[in-house]
């Protein structure tokens, strides 16, 4: 059943069918026929089945502006939990909570923050140092319960680095499927670390 708050119906979770697939969002229409728009972090994009996809279930979190309400929507409890408390450090909104839960996977990125890495976190598009210091330093405590109880092993998840996930959607963005352009990515990393994103790219398109 959806929360209340205020006056507002807040969604927690839409089941429905699977319209649409994008980058950065997805379509969902439920049983009513009504059809909503879901922000999505790229890491998820490759447990997203191919539309149109019936009885499919997201996790959802709702922000609530004076001017627009927006959904993101994630595969599993512990990524909405990551990105709802990203959005409560200072200077991090929702364009950026989602920038960092497409440059890592949300077990990588919840090391991090418990980890203090400035450096990780600066990769991020839209992330200063000074930003990601801050962030550290009002998270790392916050999120040590979530980096504790991560789910999956290493590597279980596409984004392991920034170069890779925009490898990975320069490769969608030119029609290739994100299965195909994740196993193109992952096996020209196996040559070594690129100096560059555009060079991971040709690697991967060197393998197809």
Known sequence: MPLRHGDVLLISRLKGTLVSRELDHIEVETAGGVVYEIQIPLSILE???RPPAPDFEIRTLQVVREDSVTLYGFMEPFERELFSRLLGASGVGPKVALAMLSTYSARRLAQALA?????AL???SG???KTAERIVLELADRVEDLALGAPGPAGAESGDGPGAQEAVAALVALGYSFVD?????RGALTQGEPESTDELVRRALAKR
Do not use: F
């Not at 352009?181 to 990515?185: F, G, I």
């Open 115 to 119: 980890e203090k890495d400035v450096n």
């Open 47 to 49: 447990r997203l089945p």
């Open 127 to 129: 992330v200063g140092k």
């Open 122 to 124: 600066k990769q991020v």
């Open 181 to 185: 352009a994740d196993a193109a990515v």
